[in-house]
T-cell receptor
Framework: SAVISQKPSRDICQRGTSLTIQCQVD?????MFWYRQQPGQSLTLIAT?????????ESGFVIDKFPISRPNLTFSTLTVSNMSPEDSSIYLC???????????FGSGTQLSVL | EDQVTQSPEALRLQEGESSSLNCSYTVSGLRGLFWYRQDPGKGPEFLFT???AGEEKEKERLKATLTKKESFLHITAPKPEDSATYLC????????????FGTGTRLKVLA
């Protein structure tokens, strides 16, 4: 199994600012993902964080708004840029361990934008 | 289009009252179906993976089953600590490695 530490756990931000969320895994993983979870909705994949290369974004999400880094096999960051109230949500980091189909999740970041 | 639908959206049970949660899915080819439990303020926690129709998995009071079109999460004699949101997800054999999640069932077990 893998343990994922995600921080901050929550934040309240002003419109127009940016927030960087950090995700640290306690072991090497193959895939790392960033999800958004809005009330009453399913988990929506934002992007796949690729080690040493640009992230792969899903439809509706762009790099300028959600830049992602993954400098090594155990760490990734997601930045929510130029925030608006519509960005208020829970953001979740997840990872898939080698030879394992299941996903592990961090505890999430509850973001509120005023 | 790959899709996952969970029902009911919410369920209230008395302690000891057994029930089932449903996950209906449409996928081009099923690589795996996953059940997760999510407590408030926490990320989803893995429960089960099912790969083929007829497969069953059990853990304490939970039992997951799979057919070609749906999966059930059976909860036997639930306790208040089983209260959580239960999420279902599928992964297809073709295309990308994406996991498609349902919206979940919010379970409340009353003492």
């Amino acid at each position: 199994s893998a343990v994922i530490s995600q921080k901050p756990s929550r934040d309240i931000c002003q419109r127009g600012t940016s927030l960087t969320i950090q995700c640290q895994v306690d072991s090497q993983v193959t895939m790392m993902f960033w999800y958004r979870q809005q009330p009453g909705q399913s988990l929506t994949l934002i992007a796949t964080a690729n080690q040493g290369s640009e992230a792969t974004y899903e439809s509706g999400f762009v790099i300028d708004k959600f830049p992602i880094s993954r400098p090594n096999l155990t760490f990734s960051t997601l930045t929510v840029s130029n925030m608006s109230p519509e960005d208020s949500s829970i953001y979740l980091c997840s990872a898939q361990a080698p030879g394992n189909e299941k996903l592990f999740f961090g505890s999430g970041t509850q973001l509120s934008v005023l | 289009e790959d899709q996952v639908t969970q029902s009911p959206e919410a369920l209230r049970l008395q302690e000891g009252e057994s029930s089932s949660l449903n996950c209906s899915y449409t996928v081009s080819g099923l690589r795996g179906l996953f059940w997760y439990r999510q407590d408030p303020g926490k990320g989803p926690e893995f429960l089960f993976t099912l790969y083929s129709a007829g497969e069953e998995k059990e853990k304490e009071r939970l039992k997951a089953t799979l057919t070609k079109k749906e999966s059930f999460l059976h909860i036997t004699a639930p306790k208040p600590e089983d209260s959580a949101t239960y999420l279902c997800a599928v992964r297809a054999t073709s295309g990308t490695y994406k996991y498609i999640f349902g919206t979940g069932t919010r379970l409340k077990v009353l003492a």
